[in-house]
């Protein structure tokens, strides 16, 4: 990268795709042709800077400019000013919702000053199109160092010592995944990493993989050579086409480099990695499921042991890690256990990437230390609620995970605090939500999705979830009793006492979670018919205020069902037998008169 | 191949695209664990995954139409009917459902006078929710064919749809 005096980096990940990325890149190239500065100036197209909210994201390096919500026609003025008179475009510049200042370069950033950026050390930082790019940032040196250097049990020894777990949920120590495959000898043994990712409102191994696709392959790399396998598979979702595009091109060019193949670094160490294609099964995330899907079965989980490092794919010993872990390897490899172990708690080392979603300013794709408490992700990465609204709950772990309230908001985050407190870590989905989410239907939406997803083996799963749904439901819709509260409680238990596979064991975690923390609204729905979210329909009721209604007839004429009656220029009346809740009213009357109780 | 064809309902696919799928195959050899990439293949090229292509493809592999049709059906991205020329993915992973993913399922029944999963008479669009496209920081989102619309809302639906 040092032939050139400045380069602009462009996020081009899905995010800031969906708004023109491409066409900004291409105006900035077209500009810097116009001056003649095409060769001292370069423009990349990067992985995810993780400020999605505020996308597109143009960076100017060396001085970390960063400009936000660029538009094409911005191009111009980005060369005309910052490249040619080095000034800078102050309009572009991200202003903090706090103090309303504009803020210069992405190191005062509050988004960015808690973040530690291991696993993500790439994103937003180099072309992920191009192995040079990652090859001078000290890519596939850890590769070597194993290679030529350590043995594959003093890498697996490595690996045990830095104390990193698995960051696709279950947080099982890696080193120990790793040595308990290295220890079962096969013929043939597999690599897999689990690019499955399913979890609504997780979207890190994308990133990863757009951004940084080599990093994944060069610890697959690490891990073959580690437990004695040559085969590598990435078991990838087909909805993520940008994300199995960078990586097929990442593929090639480590192949033509002599990274993959026979003989890698003159090692006689061979190892390649083929790609699978998941499709559409969120359980498919369970590591006994993703192997049957990979095996071109149906993605059914089934019962461990035997462990996948025993009998997995094609019966042979395989290791299945999550995209995120992999991308934390490499860097654990060149900088050593010992600095990895320094970050983090006790028992949960290094960082954490999370995608940070809902009701808050700065949403996006964050990477923090273990141990930092939620206030200061939600309050200084996130930038506190949107439009000045209260936190209510943040919701962790996806359909795993629990509701946590203000009352966890100083507890530290890892592993085994997330548990106590009754949610999980899970992929790494956070979903901040404020008074306007109502927790009774909250519970409904991943009961919902559970019900879906659940691939019907066992009946707990099959069939409890489905009753908690209903009861939800039922509670939901105004007509709930007490004791289905109970029931909720007791089943969810026993769910996840006697369900088969990861899936099930944790789907009652929202409703248990709920009903912990936010009792009162459940009783309010049961009791006194009321949602204080205004979330559920069934217990809203529309009214005319008589003083402010002026009679203008808009509200009726709209009414698609006639419920609501009235003598011209005198106040109407909604029925509420009739009335099916549709919203038409409000948005016609002119005068505010239509609320909802 | 004479028997499926003559018990194919529409004219205009046929032969052809049998053949492509027949290519398909050989070029997986075959192997029952290559089924999952197949059916992608499969699914390419005829636009959505019928009886008798199925049978199509068990009879080719060699294996029963069952397991097959065991693991079209299991896996959401497979489609046994047939699709529109576009497919709306409204998304409803959480961010987006927080943020009002659920207005927008009900805005485009209301537009298009369909129900989820169905196709409109004229064929154009296929309305489908997606848990999860990836893009919750552009709650809520949606996704015409590969294009994704960010923080989308019923008001704009119209002017958004008539693009196509």
Known sequence: ??????????????????????????NLKNGLKDKGLENEVQVILTGCFGFCEKGPIVKVMPDNTFY??????????????????????TRLLYVDPENKQQVADSKHMGFY?????????????????????????????????????MKPEEVVKEIKLSGLRGRGGGGFPTGLKWEIAAGNHADQKYVVCNADEGDPGAFMDRSILEGDPHSVIEAMAINGYAIGATKGLVYIRAEYPLAIKRLLTALEQARTFGLLGKDIFGSGFDFDIELRYGAGAFVCGEETALIHSMEGMRGEPTFKPPFPAQEGYNKKPTNVNNVETYANIPIIINKGAEWFNKIGTEKSKGTKVFALAGQINNV????????????????????????????????TGGPSGGCLTSAHLDTPIDYDNLIAVGSMMGSGGMVVMDETSCMVAIAKFYLEFTVEESCGKCSPCRIGNKRLYEILEKI????????????????????????????????????????ENFYDEYVEHIKDKKCRAGVCKSLMQYVVDPVACVGCTACARNCPVNAIQGEKKMPHVISTELCIKCGACIEKCKFGAISIQ | ??????????????????????????????????????????????????????????????????????????????????????????????????????????????????NLGETTQDGKFTLEIARCIGACGLAPAMMIDKVVYKSVNPNKLESILSKY
Request: hydrophobic share 35%.
């Open chain 1, 476 to 515: 939901t819709k105004g007509n709930g009793t007490m004791e289905d509260l109970d029931n909720l409680a007791n089943l969810s238990r026993v769910i996840k006492d006697t369900a088969l596979c990861g899936l099930g064991q944790t789907s009652p975690n929202p409703v248990l979670s709920t009903i």
């Open chain 1, 113 to 149: 000053k808690k973040q530690l950026r291991i696993a993500l050390r790439n994103c937003g930082f180099i072309d992920p199109e191009n192995i040079e790019e990652y090859i001078s940032e000290d890519g596939y040196s850890a590769l070597a160092k194993c290679l030529g250097e």
């Open chain 2, 1 to 114: 191949m004479n028997e499926i064809q003559s018990s194919n309902c529409c004219s205009d696919c046929g032969n052809d695209q049998l053949e492509q799928i027949a290519n398909v195959i050989d070029l997986y050899q075959a192997k029952p664990s290559n089924l999952i990439q197949i059916l992608h293949a499969s699914q390419q090229i005829y636009g959505y995954l019928p009886l008798d292509v199925q049978e199509f493809i068990a009879q080719k592999m060699n294996i029963s139409v069952s397991e097959v049709s065991g693991v079209v059906t299991f896996y959401s991205f497979f489609s046994t009917k047939p699709r529109g020329e576009h497919t709306i993915l409204v998304c409803m992973g959480t961010a987006c459902y927080v943020r009002g993913g659920k207005k927008l399922v009900e805005g485009l029944q209301k537009i298009l006078g369909i």
């Open chain 1, 364 to 395: 996006g794709l964050i990477e923090v230390p273990m141990g930092i408490t939620l206030r200061e992700i939600i309050y200084e990465i996130g930038g506190g609620i949107k439009d000045g609204r209260q936190f209510k709950a943040v919701q």
């Open chain 1, 1 to 26: 990268m040092a032939k050139f005096k400045m380069h602009l980096l462009i996020c081009g990940g899905t995010g800031c795709n969906a708004s023109q990325s491409q066409e900004i890149a291409q």
């Open chain 1, 68 to 89: 936000t919500e660029v538009k094409p026609e911005d191009a111009r003025e980005i060369i005309e000013e910052h490249v040619v008179k080095g000034r800078k475009v």
